[in-house]
């Protein structure tokens, strides 16, 4: 059974930071495109941040230079540093493991975590 537990969330000030992390079980972990995707109230879901299998790294424009993604194969863990953050980055953050080859974050064969809070606020 596959499962996807992320961690980390919380409330944090503007320019305050955030460590993510979705822990993965049931899959072979090094083999997975690893992505963080959120959704914020009344908006799509939306990718923010993707590692492939080999480490090649994607983000989306409004997070450049403010997120890190990482993965530890040895600890079947994805990790998102979140740094700079802004109330804009509200949201519920979901982890995606996809086993399709190369930037195939979100793909119909993906499994998705439940999601962890992130709250941006004074």
């Known amino acids: 059974q596959v499962q996807l537990v992320e961690s980390g969330g919380g409330l944090v000030q503007p320019g305050g930071s955030l460590r993510l992390s979705c822990a993965a079980s049931g899959i072979v972990f090094a083999m997975y495109a690893m992505g963080w995707y959120r959704q914020a109230p009344g908006k799509q879901r939306e990718l923010v941040a993707g590692?492939?299998?080999?480490?090649?790294?994607w983000y989306r424009d409004s997070v450049k230079g403010r997120f890190t993604i990482s993965r530890d194969n040895a600890k079947n863990t994805l990790y998102l540093q979140m740094n700079s953050l802004k109330p804009e980055d509200t949201a519920v953050y979901y982890c995606?493991?996809?086993?399709?080859?190369?930037?195939?974050?979100?793909?119909?064969?993906?499994?998705w975590g439940q999601g962890t809070q992130v709250t941006v606020s004074t």
């Open positions: 995606n493991a996809s086993p399709a080859p190369g930037r195939s974050w979100g793909a119909s064969t993906s499994y």
């Open positions: 590692i492939t299998s080999s480490g090649s790294t």
